[in-house]
């Protein structure tokens, strides 16, 4: 069996590791792409003309196109989470068997999470960078976590989590999400409108699909407290960025933090992290070792069921996997 890793040498350090490449070399032979920057559809094309799998980092696309014009390609393993970028009914038409990796990140992301809120209620981040310029930082009224209400849009896996770390720190929880069943009786479950109205500070952890697209818009900002914080840990495509922006501007809200926006790889936007009152990394919630870990081992152990004919845990259209070894 043949194997194309399309992660970038550079994306191979952070994103798959050393431990995953080697485990991965065990089971088939592996071709690597050596460019620097992601593979387009023709690049894909044609790195992957031999090989029986792909195994693809979150950067490379999956387009219809590419399924029919690899009839060698037997599946096409995302070493991610988010799939939307591709085109999973053309793998399934041509028979190809697409997978994905579980959220090995839940601990790392909800760490990053708490930082925000410390650092949003403390400005440090602030100081810090004025003390760095040479000045005299502001001292300024900071607040504190106990006490206050944490308002977490979306309760899977994460914000489960985050949900018992904010309880350990004594803050108050609310939690929007349709779907979720809540039997703690210490956490509030509230409508969206209700928990933005009711929150000191709003984590958005909710999936991205067409249902949650600006999820965070206009009507939604005008529900929050001018006293309150937004953090984004999700998708850039849940916010209407325009509209954050204005009330960023308009102090309708205190501030925000992001780690995700709608910038390639979903990064936050220059635009919107350039801004006095906003915190922004470059999309690092689920980049620690132990996270980045867990997905790329997953992607070792589906490859080996793919090779050995078994439906590996993360198959996404088992049903249609008809180019089986």
């Known amino acids: 069996m043949k194997v194309l890793l399309t992660h970038t040498p550079q994306a191979r350090r952070q994103y798959y590791g050393e431990r995953s490449l080697i485990g ?20 894909l094309i044609g790195a992957a003309r031999d090989v029986d799998i792909i195994v693809a980092d979150r950067l490379t696309e999956g387009p219809g196109e590419i399924f029919a014009r690899l009839p060698n390609l037997r599946a096409f393993v995302r070493c991610a989470v988010d799939i939307r970028n591709i085109d999973v009914k ?31 209620s403390r400005g440090i981040s602030r100081a810090t960078a004025e003390y760095h310029t040479g000045r005299k930082p502001d001292v300024v009224m900071g607040r504190q976590l106990a006490g206050s209400r944490l ?9 489960q989590y985050l949900a018992r770390v904010a309880k350990a720190l004594s803050m108050k929880v609310l939690v929007a999400d349709p779907f979720a069943t809540i039997d703690d009786a210490s956490i509030k479950h509230l409508l969206l409108e209700d928990l933005l109205g009711n929150s000191d500070y709003v984590v958005c952890l909710a999936v991205a699909n067409e249902s949650t697209e600006n999820l965070i818009g206009q009507a939604a900002l005008a529900h ?22 204005a009330a960023l501007r308009e102090n309708r809200i205190a501030g925000a933090a992001m780690d995700v926006g709608r910038a390639r790889d979903q990064m936050p936007t220059p635009e919107l992290a350039k801004l006095a009152n906003v915190i ?46």
């Open 224 to 245: 929050m407290q001018p006293h309150a914080f937004f953090i984004n840990l999700s998708r850039g495509n849940l916010v209407d960025e325009a509209a954050l922006i």
């Open 90 to 120: 053309a793998a399934s038409v041509a028979g190809v068997l697409l997978t994905r990796a579980g959220p090995g990140f839940v601990q790392s992301v909800a760490e990053l999470a708490l930082g925000f809120l410390v650092d949003l």
């Open 280 to 325: 922004a990394t470059p999309h690092i919630g689920g980049l620690t070792p132990p996270a980045i870990e867990s997905q790329s081992l997953e992607t070792v152990r589906q490859v080996e069921a793919i090779i050995n004919g078994r439906i590996p845990a993360g198959a996404v259209n088992a049903d249609h996997w008809t180019r089986r070894p």
């Open 24 to 43: 991965l070399q065990a089971l088939a032979q592996v071709v690597l792409h050596e460019a620097d920057s992601a593979l387009d559809s023709a690049g």
């Open 151 to 159: 308002g977490i849009i979306g309760y899977g896996g994460i914000g």
